[in-house]
Nanobody, 119 residues
Framework: QVQLVESGGGLVQTGGSLRLSCTLSGSIFSINLLGWYRQAPGKQRELVAGITNGGNTNYADSVKGRFTISRDNAKNTVYLQMNSLKPEDTAVYYC?????????????WGQGTQVTVSS
């Protein structure tokens, strides 16, 4: 089993910054893909940013240039640095980890952390 615990959410003003952290524990071997998703009220959960073991990253168009995903393998932690925050960034942010083993995918999710950006 893999457990993911997010932290770092909160209330900030437009233009502010937050750094989300997600710490993985348990059976974390063969974690190949890490990502951050978010879900705003009335909207579908969407991928915000993803990162591979090789360090390749991918971002939603809405956050490119403002958000940065990174990993610290020694700490089993993935981060999402969020700058120039906008009210439309308000959502619950979820950490996601995926194991890709023998053609099978195993997905794990954190409990979510609320990010609220005030006007």
């Amino acid at each position: 089993q893999v457990q993911l615990v997010e932290s770092g959410g909160g209330l900030v003003q437009t233009g502010g910054s937050l750094r989300l952290s997600c710490t993985l524990s348990g059976s974390i071997f063969s974690i190949n893909l890490l990502g951050w998703y978010r879900q705003a009220p009335g909207k579908q959960r969407e991928l915000v940013a993803g990162i591979t073991n090789g360090g390749n990253t991918n971002y939603a168009d809405s956050v490119k240039g403002r958000f940065t995903i990174s990993r610290d393998n020694a700490k089993n932690t993935v981060y999402l640095q969020m700058n120039s925050l906008k009210p439309e960034d308000t959502a619950v942010y979820y950490c996601n980890a995926n194991k890709l083993i023998m053609g099978l995918a195993y997905a794990y999710w954190g409990q979510g952390t609320q990010v609220t950006v005030s006007s």
